[in-house]
């Protein structure tokens, strides 16, 4: 089903909320965010890596806009090109977008990635995905601007006020281990993170970190 978390400057998902997340949507993450400056983008088919990333740089998350998604994989397999969000250029605009659903109108095409199908015939002006009929779709722009192209989404409390949904299909309330596991990495017990925070700071994110044009 996959899900997209779009999140405001000074609001942030809970731990607890991210590894739901990632627990029902295991085949990839990234995430997109604006610094004030420019745009950046992490993503890795590897969800540890991708939570290490964001566990590494909470406090700059934190006060930045940014774009989320968890994948599970329907069409495309599971790799960091096919791993969201994905780069668009549409008119005067660049930056990234992330889609939730099954974009049936395009399983076939360039790609073996609907989403990534659906979201080139948009650039060209040869998609509407804005009535949902494609799954749900959101964006961040060159100038860290946050956008559902679908009216669909929920607005839910975060660990730091409130957070933009696609869905809450990962909201397992009611499971002790999740409450546990929050309480465990908060004391520094999740050793598991903290090796791949250590990895992926080693390899210097060179592969998975980009940017888009500077803002306009």
């Known amino acids: 089903m996959c899900v997209i978390v779009t999140s405001q400057a000074d609001t942030m998902p809970s731990l607890t909320q991210l590894a739901r997340m990632s627990?029902?949507?295991?085949?990839?993450?990234?995430?997109?965010?604006?610094?004030?400056?420019?745009?950046?983008?992490?993503?890795?088919?590897?969800?540890?890596?991708?939570?290490?990333?964001?566990?590494?740089?909470?406090?700059?998350?934190?006060?930045?806009?940014?774009?989320?998604?968890?994948?599970?994989?329907?069409?495309?397999?599971?790799?960091?090109?096919?791993?969201?969000?994905?780069?668009?250029?549409?008119?005067?605009?660049?930056?990234?977008?992330?889609?939730?659903?099954?974009?049936?109108?395009?399983?076939?095409?360039?790609?073996?990635?609907?989403?990534?199908?659906?979201?080139?015939?948009?650039?060209?002006?040869?998609?509407?995905?804005?009535?949902?009929?494609?799954?749900?779709?959101?964006?961040?722009?060159?100038?860290g601007r946050l956008e559902w192209l679908t009216a669909d989404h929920e607005t839910i409390p975060g660990g730091t006020g409130a957070i933009e949904v696609s869905n809450t299909n990962w909201d397992t309330n009611g499971l002790i281990g999740y409450d546990l596991w929050e309480e465990a990495y908060q004391q520094g017990l999740e050793a598991g993170y903290e090796t791949a925070i250590e990895e992926t700071a080693d390899s210097g994110y060179a592969t998975t970190l980009d940017y888009t044009p500077p803002r306009r």
């Open 23 to 143: 627990d029902a949507n295991p085949d990839g993450a990234g995430i997109a965010w604006h610094d004030g400056q420019r745009l950046h983008r992490y993503r890795n088919e590897d969800n540890m890596k991708t939570l290490a990333f964001i566990m590494d740089h909470w406090q700059s998350l934190e006060t930045s806009p940014f774009l989320l998604h968890f994948r599970l994989a329907s069409h495309g397999k599971v790799c960091t090109g096919n791993t969201h969000p994905f780069r668009f250029s549409k008119g005067d605009r660049t930056g990234f977008i992330a889609h939730n659903g099954i974009a049936h109108s395009y399983t076939r095409g360039r790609h073996a990635s609907d989403s990534r199908n659906a979201i080139l015939a948009w650039q060209a002006g040869q998609a509407d995905l804005t009535d949902g009929s494609q799954g749900r779709f959101a964006l961040i722009d060159q100038n």
